[in-house]
């Protein structure tokens, strides 16, 4: 297999990493209640400079860090996200409800003083858009009876605020590997993929076209 080639310093952007035990799509909606000094500290100055942060999906270790345990290790892909909404109900926390941007390879990190995970990493190129074939159209029709169900529920950032691109293998793959509770590893797996027929061509695996939801 060739060696990937190495990207340019000028392609390379570096922000804050956000290690969690779950995965990000593009496009989905994550709230987040934050007490963590590290993270506190983040939130703060990405709201003075108005910039996002990466989410990046555990391998290793916790959410919330303890003294005395090992460093997290996460996988070497994630999502950008940009901040929608801040809260701070009470002193020591902060509600943040985020939105998956795109999607990122990290190059290097390194660990700051305070425990907060720096990346230097490089945008990963949009997706193509590839209609849904017929017989996946199936998914598109149970995906939006869930999307509809959903988004009736309160929230106070909508969930999906965009228009629901059913017909688009990438857009929708995205909001099923979203909700489907699958294991981790396995939504890793997915949301890894940079082919959005094969990803939607493995749910569709996953999922009867007689199922109801995700």
């Known amino acids: 297999m060739p060696e990937r080639e190495a990207?340019?310093?000028?392609?390379?952007?570096?922000?804050?990493?956000?290690?969690?035990?779950?995965?990000?799509?593009?496009?989905?909606?994550?709230?987040l209640q934050l007490f963590e000094l590290r993270y506190l500290q983040m939130i703060g100055e990405c709201e003075r400079q108005g910039t996002g942060f990466g989410v990046v999906t555990l391998s290793q270790g916790r959410e919330v860090h303890r003294p005395g345990e090992a460093a997290e290790q996460f996988e070497a892909m994630g999502t950008r996200v940009q901040i929608e909404r801040i809260e701070r109900p009470q002193p020591g926390l902060v509600k943040v409800w985020c939105r998956g941007?795109?999607?990122?390879?990290?190059?290097?990190?390194?660990?700051?003083?305070?425990?907060?995970?720096?990346?230097?990493?490089?945008?990963?190129?949009?997706?193509?858009?590839?209609?849904?074939?017929?017989?996946?159209?199936h998914l598109s029709v149970q995906m939006h009876d869930v999307l509809t169900e959903l988004s009736a529920q309160p929230s106070a950032v909508p969930h999906w605020a965009q228009a629901?691109?059913?017909?688009?293998?990438?857009?929708?793959?995205?909001?099923?590997?979203?909700?489907?509770?699958?294991p981790l590893q396995m939504k890793y797996r997915l949301f890894a993929l940079q082919e959005p027929l094969v990803r939607l061509e493995l749910i569709g695996d996953m999922v009867a076209p007689s199922e109801r939801s995700p």
């Open 101 to 137: 941007v795109e999607k990122f390879r990290i190059e290097t990190t390194q660990q700051r003083s305070d425990g907060l995970w720096l990346g230097r990493t490089q945008a990963l190129p949009p997706e193509p858009a590839v209609q849904v074939p017929d017989d996946l159209l």
């Open 7 to 31: 990207p340019s310093p000028e392609a390379l952007t570096e922000f804050p990493l956000f290690p969690l035990g779950t995965v990000l799509f593009p496009g989905a909606l994550l709230p």
């Open 164 to 182: 629901w691109r059913l017909q688009d293998c990438s857009w929708l793959s995205n909001r099923w590997g979203e909700l489907l509770p699958l």
